[in-house]
């Protein structure tokens, strides 16, 4: 699959502890499956970096290089893998307010999922105002979920594994 990342420059060696580790799903370099979001994002670090326009790297990525514990079912299988795993937020309610509870604890600097530790990859979606409003108290995630349709959020990856990164992610290019 083909994955993209937004910045204000290209990048071919991507460095998972390039940011703080408080960020939505804590430490890693985060890529999106969605080429028209990576370039919003360029355009953003290109404002904030002060350089005429943004560039989208263009990635491909092999999903089956780790096992996935799915979120939002059962969190019991996850002991039974040894290693790297990825952790995948699926399009369910549960899925939902597993990925509204997972985004809070890393904000704080939890990044662990259950028993199973430090998940090597998280595919989840792009925090956007849904976040904020149950962040802030606004609403509780269990009512908001009932409204949002978590297919229509646009999916980021966060690779947190400089291993994972360097044997699994391969520079394609900039999308153009």
């Not at 804590?26 to 999106?32: A, D, P, S, V």
């Not at 326009?53 to 059962?74: K, L, M, N, Q, T």
């Not at 009932?146 to 646009?154: A, C, K, R, S, T």
Request: proline fraction near 4%; hydrophobic fraction near 40%; glycine fraction near 12%.
């Amino acid at each position: 699959m083909y994955l993209y990342h937004g910045s204000s420059q290209a990048i071919e060696h991507p460095i998972a502890a390039m940011n703080s580790g408080y960020s939505d799903l804590g430490r890693g370099f985060y890529l999106t499956d969605d080429a028209d979001a990576a370039a919003g994002r360029a355009a953003s670090r290109a404002r904030i970096d002060g350089v005429p326009e943004g560039v989208v790297s263009r990635y491909r990525f092999d999903e089956g290089c780790v096992p996935w514990i799915h979120a939002g079912g059962a969190e019991a299988d996850a002991a039974s893998h040894d290693g790297p795993f990825g952790l995948r937020f699926e399009p369910t309610v549960e899925g939902f307010r597993a990925w509204l509870a997972y985004i809070a604890a890393c904000r704080k600097g939890e990044t662990a999922w259950g028993s199973a530790g430090e998940p090597a990859v998280v595919r989840a979606w792009i925090a956007n105002d849904i976040v904020e409003m149950v962040s802030s108290g606004m609403v509780s995630a269990g009512e908001l979920a009932e409204y949002i349709e978590p297919g229509e959020l646009v999916v980021q990856y966060c690779l947190r594994d400089q291993s994972l990164i360097d044997t699994s992610l391969v520079f394609d290019g900039i999308a153009g």
